[in-house]
């Protein structure tokens, strides 16, 4: 009996009583990791959740630039475009092939100058016919004007003749049929007289019309030479010897641009918010960079006295002496212009202004610390800064650069971080 109680508390029966035991702690340990490895992420989530929340519970610092208003007077500075004051492409009038090119670009030239010659046999021919035609003409009247001096001639013996028979048969002398026979003479005579007369008008118009198709065949012939309308210089040519010339400006192309440079003008497209302050006569200065230092005076000639619907701009003309052809046609100038604004205008700094599909606008940060988009209108661009004639009053804080953390109604601290300079303006 004692070794049946021996055998049950041997190290062999005890270890396989331990066993599930050891089984069950592993498999709860395997479980516990899982759980673990399981709600990790989850806290992870909920850490960046608090992080997000606390941020915005928390004020986000922003810089702002104040919105500052431009003085009432100033000097506009706008960009133009130089034009010559008399510029005009040149065609020929007459067909066939270019024989001779005397000028070229960059010649100086005078009115009535001879430009190049056109060749044309078929014009030379039709004159020489029209020539024909009008000596053929001419003939013609010759002989009807000697036709009508011999009818002329036979009307008066008619007329002499029956004016005598008449006068022997009242004395009976002659029979009346005798008398009617000369008076019928006489009449043929008059209708010849009318005939040759018309024979006359009708060569004297044939030969008119002759001698005006010569002549104007005489002009086309001339045509043949290009001359200058005007003096000049030559600014573009188009053709060179033994080109085909077809006459007219609708289908052939220009041989010559000439270009008159005493006097130059330069287009400016003035914006609305300006065009108030633009006088016709007002003096106006224009620069250029090819010529440093060096200024040229000008003065305001006339406006379109329209505004481009597109750019709602108002184009001037301003005419510039230039004597000395220092300004060229085509070339960017600077045009100051000293008058006064219809009205102060706001400038903002350039990297405030944020655009959206619905139009440019900016972050306003309000007195209670809380963003509202604005929209504005924005006008001249300075580079750093830009003009704003609609939108906004002046003296608002508006946030440099906003992110997408920049929403409305956000609360945010606002740190100035600079403010506009009239000196950064070209509007003084």
Do not use: C
């Amino acid at each position: 009996m004692n070794s049946d109680r021996v055998s049950e508390t041997s190290p062999g029966r005890r270890f396989s009583r331990r066993k599930p035991v050891f089984a069950a702690v592993v498999i709860i340990g395997i479980f516990a990791v899982l759980i673990v490895l399981a709600l990790r992420p989850r806290q992870q989530k909920d850490r960046e959740v608090a992080e997000v929340v606390a941020r915005t519970q928390g004020l986000t610092t922003v810089l702002v630039s104040k919105a500052t208003l431009s003085p009432p007077r100033g000097e506009l500075m706008l960009p133009g475009t130089t034009q010559a004051i008399v510029e005009s492409p040149i065609f020929a009038r007459s067909e066939g092939y270019l024989r001779k090119r005397l000028v070229d670009i960059g010649d100086q030239v005078q009115e009535g100058q001879l430009l190049a010659v056109v060749e044309a046999p078929e014009v030379d021919k039709q004159v020489q016919q029209a020539q024909a035609t009008l000596s053929r003409a001419e003939a013609t009247l010759a002989q009807s004007k000697a036709a009508l001096s011999q009818t002329e001639t036979q009307l008066k013996l008619a007329e002499v003749t029956a004016q005598r028979w008449n006068t022997l048969f009242a004395k009976r002398v002659v029979s009346r049929q005798e008398a009617d026979e000369k008076q019928a003479a006489f009449d043929a005579r008059r209708a010849d007289f009318e005939a040759a007369r018309a024979n006359v008008t009708a060569a004297n118009e044939a030969v008119a019309a002759s001698h005006a198709d010569l002549q104007r065949l005489i002009d086309m012939k001339g045509f043949q030479e290009l001359r200058a309308p005007f003096s000049g210089i030559i600014t573009a040519r188009n053709t060179d010897v033994g080109s085909l010339i077809r006459g007219g400006s609708s289908e052939g192309r220009e041989l010559y641009r000439l270009a008159q440079l005493e006097t130059v003008r330069i287009l400016v497209n003035v914006p609305q918010m300006n065009v108030p302050a633009i006088r016709v006569g007002e003096q106006a200065k224009v620069t250029v960079q090819e010529r440093p230092g060096r200024i040229f005076p000008g003065k305001i000639v006339r406006t379109a006295n329209a505004l481009d619907a597109a750019t709602r701009t108002l184009l001037t003309e301003i005419h510039v002496q230039n004597p000395d052809h220092v300004l060229l046609p085509g070339m960017y100038a600077q045009v100051s212009i000293s008058s006064a604004q219809s009205a102060p205008t706001v400038v903002i700094a350039g990297d405030t202004i944020v655009i959206r599909s619905d139009g440019p606008q900016v972050a306003v940060v309000r007195e209670d610390g809380r963003i509202h988009f604005q929209k504005i209108v924005l006008g001249r661009d300075y580079g750093a800064e830009t003009e704003v004639p609609f939108g906004l009053d002046g003296g608002e804080s508006l946030v440099i650069n906003p992110g997408d953390d920049i929403q409305e109604g956000v609360q945010v601290k606002a740190q100035v971080a600079r403010e506009a300079s009239p000196s950064n303006r070209q509007t003084k």
